[in-house]
């Protein structure tokens, strides 16, 4: 789902040395999720330990987060908290996207085809208690610092930011703008191509900055909140049917006030099917804490536990990895003795 303003907002290609020493609120679970469907085997099937637990998203966040950390960014991991009970249609919908995918999957295995298995894996991927827990255990003995939100992650990640704790929340959604976000950055990791249907492309972090949008479009931020309803959110997914993103543009360009755009839409389509009010104040005063972010110390212990001789990694690359956590930690402290 999501929101599909993605063609309209202007973006800025960005290199790794402009976001040193900066801190970026992390929506977790859009970063594990990515990677539970893409650190697989050719076939699909996730990386899993001996007793057949899935450990891919545990790969990724070590990996993924040291190359991060030793580009001099600091980290907070942002945790959803419980799901606003108007998501329970965003719900339906993926769970049938996971039902339509599992049953696709299952046929491919019978044929044995597996570039379509591998395909396939990737649309029935869940992320589970025990997971979420795992992941946040991992990244506290990696010294970054996690969050748990009272709701939705990315809105608590830009809470993060607005308070001065962050400098931008890092996620390929863009909730965060909608809630009045100051900055976000999509694509951020280090892995320079990306694999589509029609071969690879070269991707690098972009920076996408509040004002900027509102200032491109011309509108204001609860004109923005409005473009997103029409073209739906996770609250009302698939928005108003036959309205895109360059029409709902131009109709709240047009009707300036939300009471205005949506009398004109109830005129025109009649009942829309959702409280559009209520949506509304979901982003204007999203449900969020005044979290005092604190970043914990590294635990090598805790690492090798959970990663070597709980998961079976590897533990002569753990232990790679750990002296180049020490090596980033150290410099770090250096300079901020200086």
């Known amino acids: ?7 309209l907002v202007s973006r800025k290609e960005i ?3 402009e976001l040193k020493g900066k ?8 970063v594990i999720y990515q990677f539970l469907t893409s650190v697989r085997q050719p076939d699909g ?3 899993m330990d001996s007793s057949g637990n899935v450990t891919s998203h545990l790969s990724g966040l070590l990996y993924r987060n040291i190359a991060l950390l030793s580009e001099g960014i600091n980290l907070i991991y942002v945790f959803d908290g419980d799901y606003h009970v108007l998501k329970g249609k965003t719900h339906e919908l ?6 339509e995918m599992a049953s696709k999957y299952e046929d491919a295995a019978e044929k044995e085809d597996i570039d379509a298995m591998g395909k396939y894996s990737k649309g029935f991927t869940r992320l589970d208690d025990e997971m979420i827990r795992e992941s946040k255990e991992l990244l506290e003995a990696m010294g970054i610092a996690i969050v748990q939100a009272p709701g939705e992650g990315e809105m608590q990640a ?19 703008l909608v ?3 100051t900055r976000l950055i999509q694509n951020l990791t280090l892995s320079r191509k990306r694999k589509t249907v029609s071969g690879f492309v070269y991707i690098a972090p972009e920076i996408i900055e509040f004002e900027g949008v509102i200032n491109q479009l011309g509108i204001t931020w609860d004109q923005l909140i409005c473009l997103a309803i029409l073209v739906g959110t996770d609250f009302n997914p698939g928005g108003i049917k036959g309205i895109g993103p360059k029409k709902a543009l131009a109709l709240v360009r047009q009707k300036k006030y939300p009471v205005l755009i949506f009398e004109d839409i109830i005129e025109r389509y009649g009942d829309v099917g959702f409280n559009w009010r209520e949506i509304f104040e979901i982003f204007k005063k999203p449900n969020v804490s005044k979290h005092k972010v604190t970043f914990p110390k590294v635990d090598e212990d805790k690492i090798r536990e959970l990663l070597v001789k709980k998961h079976e990694f590897s533990a002569e690359r753990i232990e ?3 002296v180049k956590l020490k090596a980033i930690r150290a410099k770090s402290a250096q300079k901020s003795l200086f």
Do not use: C, H
């Open 23 to 30: 801190t970026i609120a992390i929506d977790a679970f859009n």
């Open 15 to 17: 290199s790794f040395s």
């Open 158 to 176: 830009a809470e993060l930011v607005k308070s001065g704790q962050a400098w931008a929340v890092g996620s390929q959604d863009y909730d965060a």
């Open 45 to 47: 099937t996730p990386l």
């Open 320 to 322: 790679n990895q750990i």
């Open 179 to 181: 809630v009045g976000g």
């Open 1 to 7: 789902m999501g929101l599909q303003i993605g063609d």
């Open 94 to 99: 993926r769970q049938a996207t996971r039902d």
